[in-house]
C-alpha cells in the first residue's frame, strides 16, 4: 500500500494535553491551540506528600527548584507563566524563564514557535530572535515563514515583511541535503510567480526566476499526480485498482521530484514491478533523493557498499544521465515517458490543456524566455496557470482521456465519470460539462 501517513513530532518531554479554541489579537479567525502542561522538573519530597498537584503546587515546588538553579524548573515556569498555569500570566516572566530554560536548540525553537503561533503577543523580533537562537535549516525555514504569514494578514507592512522573508529563504539556499532547501525554493517560485521578488533582469537572473517557478508549478501538479496514483493504488469506490496506471503517475510524480513518489518508485524497481533502464535505476533515484534528505544517506550506502569498481562506475553513469534528463527536459522523466523528449510535432498534437505538456512546452521556450521579456512572461503566466488550476486540471483530463480511452489511459466510462466528479467538486467548469454530455449519453443509452 502507498499511503502517507503523517506522524506526530515529540517536543522534548512536553505533555499536549488538550486543544482549546483561541482568539490571537490580530487574526481574522478563531484557531486551535495546544495547552501545554506543567510538572516539576524533577521529584521532591514535598511535592510527593501533596500529590496530586495543582498547577499551583507545580509552580510552587518549581519556584523552589529555580532558587537552586534548576533550569528544568525554570522552562516549566516559562510554560507556567506563559499561560497562566497555577501562576498569574505574565509574558515578561515568561520571557524571563525561557531565557534561562531554553537550554537547547529544541526549546529555542519552542520559543520561536510560540511567539509565532501566537502564545505571546505579536513580536516578529522574538520570533526571529528565538528560532535564530535554536540556529537549525528548519528554525530559519520558520523565520522567513512568520514573515510571509504577517505581509499576507496586514498589508500595510507587507513590503518589508516580504523582503525578510525572502532574505531568510535566501539564505537557507547556502545549506545542502535539508528539506528546507526545497521548501525555501518552492516559496520562492511563489514569490516570483506573484511579483513579490525578483532574481534581477538579466538573462541568467530570469534564468532562476524561472527554474524556482517551475519548481513550484512542478511541486503542485506532482504532489497531486502522487495522490492520484494512491487513488489508483488502494482503489476508491467507482475507482478499480490499475497497477499500471499507479506506476504511470507514480513515475510522473517522481520526474517532478515529490520524495514519497520517488520511495515508492524505488521500491518498484527493487521489487520488479517498475522496468529498470539501466540495471542501476534504483539507485540512481536513490542518490538524487539522497541530494535532498540525509535520511536516504544510509540507504544508498547500503546499496552501494559492496559494489565493484565497475559496478559504481554504472550506477554513477546512470545517476549523471539522471541529473542530464532535467537539464534537457526540465523534469527527471523516465526513458519511455512521451513528454521526456517530443520533437516539436509531437508536443504540439499533445493536449494543450494538459497540465503535464504545458509544463514541458513552457519549459521548451525557458531559453528564449531568458532574453526576451514577451516570452519571460509568456512561460510565467504558463506556470502560473498550473500552479493556480492543477488540482482541477489534471482530474479534469485524466477523466476525458479515460472516456475516450486517449494518451495511454484505457477507455473506461466509469473510471471517466469518477475523475470528471473529482474535477467538478474541485470547481472545474470543463469537466462538468463533460460529465453532463457523458450522462445525457448514459440516460439515451438506458432508454
Not at 517557478?213 to 489508483?232: C, F
Not at 493536449?351 to 504545458?358: F, G, L
Request: overall charge negative.
Amino acid at each position: 500500500m502507498h499511503r502517507c501517513s503523517l506522524l506526530p513530532f515529540a517536543f522534548g518531554s512536553i505533555c499536549l494535553a488538550f486543544q482549546a479554541s483561541a482568539v490571537v489579537a490580530g487574526a481574522q479567525a478563531p484557531f486551535v491551540k495546544t495547552l501545554y502542561t506543567v510538572a516539576p522538573a524533577k521529584e521532591t519530597s514535598w511535592a510527593q506528600l501533596h500529590e496530586p498537584l495543582s498547577d499551583a503546587d507545580i509552580a510552587k515546588v518549581n519556584l523552589e527548584l529555580l532558587s537552586e538553579g534548576n533550569k528544568d524548573a525554570a522552562w516549566e515556569l516559562g510554560l507556567a507563566y506563559m499561560q497562566g498555569l497555577g501562576v498569574p500570566q505574565d509574558f515578561a516572566k515568561a520571557e524571563q524563564m525561557f531565557r534561562i530554560g531554553a537550554a537547547d536548540a529544541d526549546k529555542k525553537g519552542m520559543v520561536g514557535m510560540f511567539y509565532a503561533d501566537g502564545y505571546f503577543p505579536h513580536d516578529l523580533s522574538a520570533v526571529e530572535r528565538w528560532y535564530s537562537a535554536a540556529g537549525r535549516p528548519q528554525d530559519y525555514f520558520e523565520i522567513a515563514e512568520a514573515y510571509k504569514a504577517a505581509a499576507q494578514t496586514d498589508k500595510s507592512s507587507a513590503a518589508g515583511d516580504y523582503a525578510n522573508a525572502t532574505r531568510f529563504y535566501l539564505g537557507l539556499l547556502k545549506q545542502t541535503g535539508y528539506p528546507e532547501v526545497r521548501r525555501a525554493e518552492l516559496e520562492l517560485g511563489n514569490f516570483v510567480i506573484d511579483g513579490i521578488y525578483s532574481a534581477g533582469g538579466d538573462p541568467s537572473d530570469r534564468a532562476q526566476n524561472l527554474a524556482w517557478a517551475r519548481m513550484i508549478a512542478q511541486e503542485l501538479l506532482g504532489q497531486k499526480e502522487y495522490q492520484m496514483a494512491v487513488e489508483y493504488d488502494i482503489g476508491e469506490e467507482g475507482l478499480p485498482k490499475d497497477p499500471s496506471m499507479w506506476l504511470r503517475y507514480c513515475e510522473r510524480a517522481a520526474a517532478y521530484n515529490i520524495d514519497l513518489a520517488q520511495h515508492f518508485y524505488v521500491e518498484a524497481l527493487n521489487e520488479g514491478r517498475a522496468h529498470d533502464f539501466t540495471g542501476y535505476d534504483a539507485i540512481a533515484w536513490t542518490q538524487l533523493s539522497s541530494q535532498k534528505m540525509f535520511a536516504d544517506r544510509p540507504l544508498l550506502k547500503a546499496m552501494t557498499s559492496s559494489m565493484t569498481a565497475e559496478q559504481s562506475a554504472r550506477a554513477d553513469e546512470a545517476y549523471q544521465a539522471l541529473i542530464k534528463t532535467h537539464a534537457q527536459y526540465g523534469a527527471y522523466y523516465v526513458h519511455d515517458d512521451p513528454l521526456r523528449d517530443p520533437d516539436e510535432t509531437a508536443l504540439a498534437a499533445m493536449d494543450q490543456d494538459d497540465p503535464d505538456v504545458q509544463l514541458r512546452e513552457a519549459f521548451n521556450l525557458e531559453k528564449t524566455a531568458a532574453n526576451d521579456e514577451q516570452t519571460y512572461q509568456q512561460v510565467l503566466a504558463i506556470y502560473r496557470e498550473v500552479r493556480d488550476h492543477h488540482d482541477t486540471d489534471a482530474r479534469f483530463v485524466l477523466g476525458r482521456y479515460a472516456l475516450y480511452g486517449k494518451n495511454g489511459v484505457p477507455q473506461n466510462v466509469g473510471v471517466a465519470e469518477y475523475w470528471l466528479h473529482e474535477a467538478v467538486r474541485s470547481g472545474s467548469k470543463p469537466a462538468q460539462l463533460l460529465l453532463s454530455t457523458v450522462e445525457r449519453m448514459n440516460q439515451t443509452t438506458n432508454q
